[in-house]
C-alpha cells in the first residue's frame, strides 16, 4: 500500500515516540545558532517523515504535538529555518501567510532562477534587455525570443527580475502606451494631486479620455516626488510597505485572487503591484 503524508494522527503510540526520539541529535553546534535538534535520516529531503501504520508524518509536525498537545493548525512553521529541526522551542504554529513573511523578514525569499517556480534564467533577462536597447516592443522581442509578452513587458519596464543589473540608458517605458511627454506628465500629475481635478476634466485639458488619462498619472506618478504616496492614499490602501513585498513574494506561488482574499484587497490592487503601477519604490 502507498503511504500518504497524513497531517494529523489521533492515536499517537509509545512505539511512535520512542521512534521518534531514536533519531533526535541534540548535540551543539546544529543549525545557524548551534542549537537546533536535528531528526537523522537517510533522506535528502528537506522536511523529514516518519511512517506510522501506513502513513507519513512530518517529525517537525510530531514534535510540535508530542510538545504542546496539540496538531498546529494549519501548519508547524521554523523560526530556525532549519527544516530537519525538531526543538519545540524553534517551532511555531502559523498560516501559510505566516511562513512566507517571515521568509521576507528574514531575506530568506528565493530571486530569480533560484526560485522554483522561475521559467526563465538570469541569462535570459539580460538577453531580454539587451534586445529592449535596439527600441523593439515587447510585443517583438518577446516574438523574436519565444516568450510570452506577459513575462517580457514587466522586465523590459523594471517591474521583475530587479536584480539583474539595467544596461545604461535603456528605456523602461511602453513605447506603445505611453501618450504624454515628460513635461506633459510633470504638469498632469502635479495638477492632479494638487487639486485633486478629475481625471475627466484633466484628460479634456490634454485631449486624452478620462481612461487614459488616469493610466498616465497613476502609470508615471513617480515623475513627481511624493505622487506615489499620495496615490496609494487616493485609492484607500490597507496595506503598508511590509504587505506589499509580502504580496511579491507571494506572487510567485499563489493566484492574485488568493492574495487578494488573503488581505482583503481587491484583485485590481494586487494586479496594480505585479504591473508596477503601486509601490514602486518597494
Known sequence: MKEKVSRNILDVDDSLIKRFWEKVDK??????????????????????????????????????????????????CHTCDNPRCVNPTHLFEGTNLDNVKDMVAKKRH???????????????????????MTELS????????????????????????KHVKRPDGISNINLKSRILNDNQLIQAITEKITT??????????????????????????????????????????????????????????????QISAIFDVAVGTVQDIKKGWRWKTV
Open 27 to 76: 548535540s551543539p553546534g546544529q543549525g545557524a545558532n548551534g542549537d537546533c535538534w536535528e531528526w537523522i535520516s537517510q533522506s535528502k529531503d528537506s522536511y523529514q517523515r516518519i511512517s506510522y501504520k501506513n502513513q507519513l508524518i512530518y517529525v517537525h509536525r510530531l514534535s510540535f504535538f508530542l510538545h504542546h498537545g496539540k496538531w498546529a493548525n494549519p501548519m508547524t
Open 110 to 132: 528565493t530571486l530569480g532562477s533560484k526560485n522554483n517556480w522561475a521559467t526563465i534564467t538570469e541569462k535570459d533577462v539580460e538577453k531580454i534587455l539587451s534586445a529592449r
Open 138 to 161: 515587447a510585443t517583438e522581442i518577446a516574438k523574436n525570443l519565444n516568450l510570452s509578452s506577459s513575462l517580457v513587458e514587466p522586465i523590459i519596464y523594471g517591474e521583475n527580475w
Open 196 to 257: 485633486n481635478v478629475s481625471y475627466k476634466e484633466l484628460g479634456k485639458k490634454f485631449g486624452l479620455s478620462s481612461g487614459n488619462m488616469r493610466y498616465n498619472v497613476r502609470k508615471f506618478a513617480d515623475l513627481v516626488p511624493g505622487a506615489s504616496d499620495w496615490l496609494n492614499i487616493e485609492r484607500g490602501s490597507k496595506l503598508n510597505k511590509f504587505d506589499v513585498m509580502v504580496i511579491k513574494t507571494m506572487l510567485n506561488t499563489h493566484s492574485i485572487k
